[in-house]
């Protein structure tokens, strides 16, 4: 008999920004399917199934065979796999995967207080759209501004477009801005999380449909570990540390 695998013990791949043999958890309970999808796609994937199935009844080939590469690109898009969490005191991990667009020293801006530092992570139609707490703590509060659809890798968009930020407070006293933001395409920003929860790192805090970007703020001692270019993955891929 074959032994059932224990996925407890099975890390995501890192990417090369990411520290040197760090341990790993588990922010939520695994999922136990095969191919994890998040909730807030199954209304696409529905519309878009009864589509290919009417045309399809209808004859037109054509059209249902279109209308079926949809509904897989939709399933792939809304995908939502399990990410192996790295452990470590003041580590801080990607909230989006994407590439990183921006790493900057800011003096003023509308999302934190005093000088810090800004990571801009910009995800395509092809990346896992589900979003993460970058760090452990407890959400302060939530400010959602509605805005404009440019493309979401212009810096014009980080406080033009539609966005939704979340402010962490952690137990060792720093606090975190981190900014779901609309793209041109994606008209939808979704945020499960409500202040005063209690957010583990990595744990899943809502999605972006259909292209989109999102921006972490942090403490300016914050020690980056990630350059502009570097992919990342949510929960997956250290992008810094604070002090220690």
């Known amino acids: 008999m074959v032994k059932p695998l224990d996925r407890t013990v099975l890390p995501d791949p890192l990417t090369e920004s990411d520290t040197v043999n760090p341990t790993y958890s588990w922010a939520e309970k695994p999922n136990q399917t095969a191919f994890p999808i998040a909730r ?8 878009a199934a009864l589509t290919t199935g009417t045309l399809a009844l209808l004859g037109i080939v054509s059209l249902a065979l279109l209308a079926l590469l949809t509904t897989l690109f939709i399933c792939a898009f809304f995908r939502d796999p399990d990410r192996a969490i790295p452990n470590g005191e003041g580590t801080l991990v990607s909230p989006a995967d ?20 800004r990571i801009g992570i910009f995800m395509n139609i092809f990346n896992v ?6 760090h452990e703590g407890e959400l302060a509060d939530i400010a959602y501004q509605p805005g404009r659809f440019m493309p979401a890798d212009r810096a014009k968009a980080s406080t033009a477009n539609e966005h939704n930020a979340l402010t962490l407070k952690t137990d060792g006293g720093h606090e975190i801005c981190f900014v779901q933001i609309a793209g041109l395409v994606a008209r939808r920003i979704i945020c499960h999380v409500q202040p005063g929860d209690r957010l583990a790192r990595g744990q899943r805090i809502g999605l972006i449909c259909f292209g989109s970007r999102v921006d972490v703020y942090l403490p300016i001692d914050t020690d980056v570990q990630v350059n502009v270019g570097d992919k990342v993955r949510a929960g997956t891929s250290i992008i810094g540390a604070f002090p220690s």
């Open 129 to 134: 759209h589900v979003n993460r707490a970058p």
């Open 40 to 47: 807030a796609g199954y209304p696409f994937i529905w519309a």
């Open 98 to 117: 994407g590439k990183v667009v921006a790493i900057d020293t800011l003096t003023e801006t509308p999302f934190y207080k005093g000088r810090c530092r």
